[in-house]
């Protein structure tokens, strides 16, 4: 089976643009996660979706962040405008209800504002 | 509020010899899952293992061994007769009961020359 898939991979931009980030998570699973990676605060969750529907965005920074599951094989993470201090790898990550609570990573969105 | 400290920021050794690294969790839960996931140079995230607050028996899983003690609030994981393979960053994390909140620690970095 295909792992959980983000695009695009690198994502190099300037300041003021939009920037969307794309995953597929693994078919069947019902929870998607979008964590943001830094040197300065680590692995921190942004949002966590449960059958296409935000339940958690307490850790979104703030409104220039978006994102979206339209259904359940598609998510979006969206800034805009974007910022140098948005630089950062961003990993969706996607597991099934129950089982062992494994969290599927992706490979990771590695985004540089310039 | 849940925290996770990994208090080694990097460990160096030789090919061969045994590692621990250390993980200590604060939260006020009393159920809660503890997890380690290892990050090599490639970026992407890979699971280990779970652990549920009430089983606290130790794991071990090939060269991989867990040290799960509530009394000390701990969740220490081993490699025995490390290899230049097992470089990597690795990330103790918590959650909250339903295992979907993960908050991780800053992450040990593991270097093994050979």
């Known amino acids: 089976d295909a792992g959980v898939i983000q695009s695009p991979r690198h994502e190099v931009t300037e300041m003021g643009q939009e920037v969307t980030l794309r995953c597929k998570p693994i078919s069947g699973h019902d929870y998607l996660f979008w964590y943001r990676q830094t040197m300065m605060r680590g692995l921190e969750l942004l949002i966590y979706?449960?059958?296409?529907?935000?339940?958690?965005d307490s850790g979104m920074p703030e409104d220039r962040f978006s994102a979206k599951m339209p259904n359940a094989s598609f998510s979006t993470l969206k800034i805009q405008p974007s910022e140098p201090r948005d630089s950062a790898v961003y990993f969706c990550?996607?597991?099934?209800?129950?089982?062992?609570?494994?969290?599927?990573f992706g490979e990771g969105s590695r985004l540089t504002v310039l | 509020a849940q925290k996770v400290t990994q208090a080694q920021t990097e460990i160096s050794v030789v090919e061969k010899e045994d590692v621990t690294l250390d993980c200590v969790y604060e939260?006020?839960?009393?159920?809660?899952?503890l997890f380690w996931y290892k990050q090599p140079p490639s970026g992407e995230l890979v699971f280990l293992i779970r652990r549920n607050s009430f089983d606290e028996q130790n794991e071990i899983s090939g060269r991989y061994s867990w040290n799960f003690q509530k009394s000390t609030s701990s969740f220490n994981f081993t490699i025995t007769a490390s290899q230049v393979v097992d470089s990597a960053v690795y990330f103790c994390?918590?959650?909250?009961?339903?295992?979907?909140?993960?908050?991780f620690g800053a992450g040990t970095i593991l270097r093994v020359k050979s």
């Open positions: 990550a996607s597991r099934k209800s129950g089982g062992t609570g494994e969290l599927f």
């Open positions: 994390a918590l959650s909250e009961a339903r295992g979907n909140k993960l908050v």
């Open positions: 979706f449960n059958n296409n529907v935000p339940i958690d």
């Open positions: 939260t006020r839960d009393t159920t809660y899952y």
